[in-house]
């Protein structure tokens, strides 16, 4: 554990139960035929906790797609309601549910594709107040924000209760992919050593500024999801240490390594920040692809 020996909580252990009822055994029965998943590896899927930070275009495909591999638990925030402009890329929201939270939104077509598996609503907005007790919650950690000051809250969290970020980002044709666990690698970096800190308001535009293509969207959360269900189940090379750059337009993906900061204040040998007092009082408001 090294430094973060006194800070880290470890995630909930859990019995698994690798008994399954007809109806798990027909539903998972493409995930058990796999080697790397089998029994015991859909009955960690349904032992694990994730939370999903965003319903917008990211959070949408994300939070079907765990629920469809049978992730027990899964938790949703988001502060907002459904809006006309949302159904472009937002693919679990739907016209009739204008007006609707959207957690609620979400959780409905979440239960509609797989009624096993608990999904969890947080309507709420996330501060430096309740991140915390929010984040450890849960194993996983998604975030599919739009907004800075909540990104960085979000991953400084991560790192001092000991969770693995899986942070995804997209804007206009490009999307990124990377994750964050740097209390389980010891050359993996936090998301502070590759942003130290947040640009200068206005410099880097949100979507709603710039635009995003929507089917983009539908992809990076799509390979979200899949870099859940890796860590998940223990297989396959985790992108801790490496970030995805995905150009839709030229149809390229690009891995660029990352490396960890010695001089991090967050995950550094002399790590200077031991709580999220470093951040302002309350954030502004959340916004999500």
Aim: glycine content about 8%; hydrophobic content about 45%; aromatic content about 6%.
């Amino acid at each position: 554990m090294g430094v973060f020996a006194k800070t880290v909580q470890e995630p909930m252990f859990r019995i698994m139960d690798l008994d399954f009822s007809e109806e798990e055994i027909s539903r998972y029965a493409r995930h058990i035929l796999l080697a790397e998943v089998g029994g015991t590896g859909q009955a960690k899927l349904r032992a694990a906790r994730v939370l999903v930070i965003g319903a917008g275009g990211l959070g949408c495909p994300l939070a079907l797609y765990l629920a469809a591999a049978g992730v027990g638990t899964i938790g949703i925030v988001d502060n907002d309601v459904v809006e006309l402009s949302n159904l472009q890329r937002q693919i679990a929201h739907t016209t009739a549910r204008l007006g609707m939270a959207k957690v609620d939104s979400v959780a409905a077509a979440a239960r509609e594709i797989n009624p096993l598996v608990n999904v969890v609503p947080h309507a709420i907005r996330l501060d430096a107040t309740n991140v915390s007790e929010l984040v450890s919650a849960y194993d996983i950690v998604c975030d599919g924000t739009d907004n800075f000051p909540t990104r960085f809250l979000v991953a400084d969290a991560c790192v001092l209760s000991g969770r693995t970020l899986i942070s995804a980002a997209v804007l206009r044709f490009e999307g990124q992919l990377a994750t964050f666990k740097p209390h389980a690698d010891p050359e993996g970096p936090c998301y502070r050593c590759l942003y130290p800190e947040p640009p200068p308001e206005g410099l880097v535009p949100s979507c709603a500024e710039a635009g995003v293509l929507g089917a983009v969207t539908g992809v990076m959360g799509t390979l979200q999801a899949t870099e859940v269900l890796k860590e998940i189940l223990g297989i396959g090379q985790s992108l801790s240490g490496r970030l995805l750059i995905w150009d839709a337009l030229s149809a390229r993906f690009r891995l660029i390594r990352l490396r960890r900061d010695p001089a991090c204040p967050l995950c550094g040998a002399e790590r200077k920040w031991h709580d999220l007092s470093h951040h302002a009082e309350g954030t502004t408001r959340v916004c999500f692809v």
